[in-house]
């Protein structure tokens, strides 16, 4: 069995040790979902919603929390992002909203957690801007779905996975 790469000899945690990596183009995307009733996604498709701008301002959410992955995630590397996006759709079928988050650098490390923590922030603010008319909502399928650049290479996940 290998040892964890965030461990050193003694047990301690501690932060990888890229330095001797070469910078290459890291892409990541993500995606996950809030379910909610569907009276709530009728109010948020209104207008009518009492906090205003629901999936407008968790978006924005989603891309502020890409930018301090590193200050919430312990030993995850500060990067440069050159790209955070985030996408939130109304899902009639769900109910609910999809939301999915891309993450780009330049870097010698990959940007999977950058593009977790923008869906995962984003349906956290779609959950405190609705909470006080749907009480019922969950949050769930934070996934990576592809990744580009690096050692590792391309991967996307089977679909249907």
């Not at 000899?9 to 809030?34: C, F, H, N, Y």
């Not at 906090?51 to 995630?73: C, D, F, H, S, Y």
């Amino acid at each position: 069995m290998s040892r964890i790469s965030h461990l050193d000899e003694a047990g301690r945690a501690r932060m990888v040790d890229v330095s001797d990596k070469q910078p290459t183009r890291r892409v990541a995307i993500a995606s996950g979902w809030l379910r909610c009733r569907p009276e709530t996604l009728e109010q948020v498709r209104a207008g009518t919603a009492p906090k205003g701008a629901v999936v407008q301002t968790a978006e924005l959410a989603g891309v502020m929390a890409a930018k301090r992955t590193a200050e919430l995630i312990p030993l995850c590397h500060p990067l440069p992002l050159t790209k955070a996006a985030v996408t939130i759709e109304l899902d009639e079928a769900l109910p609910g909203f999809r939301v999915e988050a891309e993450a780009r650098t330049h870097g010698v490390t990959g940007v999977e957690m950058e593009a977790l923590t923008a869906v995962s922030v984003a349906c956290l603010t779609l959950f405190d801007m609705l909470k006080a008319i749907d009480r019922t909502m969950t949050i769930g399928g934070i996934e990576v779905v592809a990744k580009r650049g690096g050692q590792s290479g391309d991967w996307a996940r089977p679909e249907g996975e």
